[in-house]
C-alpha cells in the first residue's frame, strides 16, 4: 500500500484547515474552500478510487486465506465505535446535530491512514489492508444499520435516511473503489504511473474535504466548547483500546492486534464529513464533529504508530 498518510499530512491537514479559516481577511477572491455538499461527495469518490487503484492482491492476502479474522475485525469496527458514540451522545447529553455528527463519527469504519501507520507500527499490513476493503465495500449495509440502531439508543432522533445513506456509499464509496482496482489492471500500461499519483490526489482531496468544513464554520468554530473536543479523544482513545483487548480476547497475534487498534481507532472521518454535509447541508454543526475527529485520529495513530515502532510490546 502506497503512502496515503502519516506526519506529513498531519501537518498538510493544520496548514491547509489555517489557509481556510482566514481566507477572507488574506484576499477577497473567490473562496475555493466553498463547495456544494456533492462537490464534497465527488472528493470522497476520488479517495475511493485512489484506494481501488493502490489494492494489491497480494495485500489482500487475509482477506482471502482468513476471511473469518477479518470479519471479526470488521465486527469489532461496526460494534465498539458506534457503542463508544453513543456513550458520548448520552454522557454530554448532546442533541440535534451535534448529536447526529458523533453519531456519524462511530458510524463510518475504513480510514485509509491506518494502512500506513500499521506499517509504521510493525503491524499486520496485509490484514489491516484487508480491514479497511472489507469495512468499505460493506459500508452501504452496515453504515445505514448502525446509524439507525445509534440513533434509536441515544435517543437522538436523525434525520437521514437509510435507503438514501446506502445508495450514497454505493455511487461514492464502492463502485470508486471497484472501478479503481479494475481501471488498473486494464490500463497495464499506465499501471505505473496511476499507483504514483493515486496517494497524492487521494491527500488533496482530503485536505480539500476537511477545508471546506472550516472555511463553512468560520465563524462558530471558536464556540465549539473544549467538552466536545475531549469527549471526541476520548472516544479515540477508548477506540484503540477496545481493537486491542476486543483483539486479545479474541486470540489475534500481536501483529494483527496492532492492525486492529489502529483500524478501530481511526474512523474514515472524511466520508463522515461529506454525508453530514449532504444529508444535513452545509451550515449544519454536523459537520464539526467528523472534522475534529480526522485531526484527532491522525495525530493519536501517528503518536500510537510512532511508539509501537520503538517498542517491543
Not at 484576499?27 to 476520488?46: K, N, R
Not at 492486534?257 to 481507532?265: F, H
Request: glycine content about 8%.
Amino acid at each position: 500500500m502506497d503512502r496515503f498518510a502519516g506526519g506529513g499530512l498531519l501537518v498538510a491537514l493544520l496548514v491547509s484547515s489555517g489557509i481556510a479559516f482566514s481566507w477572507p481577511s488574506i484576499t477577497s477572491a473567490h473562496d475555493p474552500f466553498l463547495i456544494h455538499p456533492w462537490m464534497l461527495l465527488a472528493l470522497v469518490a476520488v479517495t475511493m478510487y485512489c484506494l481501488g487503484i493502490v489494492l494489491d492482491r497480494g495485500e489482500l492476502l487475509e482477506l482471502r486465506q482468513r476471511p473469518l479474522s477479518v470479519l471479526l475485525g470488521v465486527l469489532i469496527q461496526c460494534t465498539w465505535m458506534p457503542f463508544l458514540a453513543v456513550l458520548v451522545v448520552e454522557a454530554l447529553s448532546l442533541e440535534g446535530d451535534i448529536a447526529n455528527g458523533v453519531l456519524l463519527v462511530g458510524c463510518v469504519p475504513g480510514a485509509m491512514a491506518s494502512n500506513v501507520l500499521t506499517l509504521t507500527a510493525r503491524g499486520n499490513v496485509s490484514y489491516s489492508v484487508s480491514l479497511t476493503t472489507a469495512a468499505t465495500m460493506l459500508s452501504p449495509l452496515t453504515v445505514p444499520l448502525t446509524l439507525m440502531i445509534t440513533s434509536d439508543l441515544s435517543a437522538s432522533p436523525s434525520m437521514m435516511s437509510p435507503f438514501r445513506t446506502a445508495m450514497i456509499l454505493l455511487a461514492t464509496v464502492v463502485a470508486p473503489v471497484t472501478l479503481g482496482y479494475f481501471s488498473k489492471r486494464l490500463a497495464s500500461t499506465w499501471s505505473n504511473a496511476l499507483s504514483s499519483l493515486a496517494p497524492r490526489i487521494a491527500s488533496l482531496a482530503l485536505l480539500w474535504i476537511i477545508a471546506s468544513v472550516v472555511a463553512a464554520n468560520r465563524g462558530r468554530l471558536s464556540q465549539v466548547p473544549l467538552s466536545w473536543l475531549m469527549a471526541l479523544l476520548c472516544m479515540n482513545l477508548l477506540g484503540y483500546a477496545g481493537g486491542w483487548f476486543l483483539g486479545r480476547l479474541v486470540g489475534l497475534p500481536t501483529a494483527m492486534r496492532r492492525a486492529l487498534t489502529l483500524e478501530v481507532g481511526m474512523q474514515n472521518a472524511g466520508l463522515g464529513t461529506a454525508l453530514a454535509a449532504t444529508l444535513f447541508g452545509t451550515d449544519s454543526l454536523t459537520q464539526i464533529p467528523t472534522a475534529a475527529y480526522t485531526f484527532g485520529c491522525m495525530l493519536t495513530g501517528t503518536i500510537v504508530a510512532g511508539w509501537w515502532s520503538r517498542s517491543g510490546w
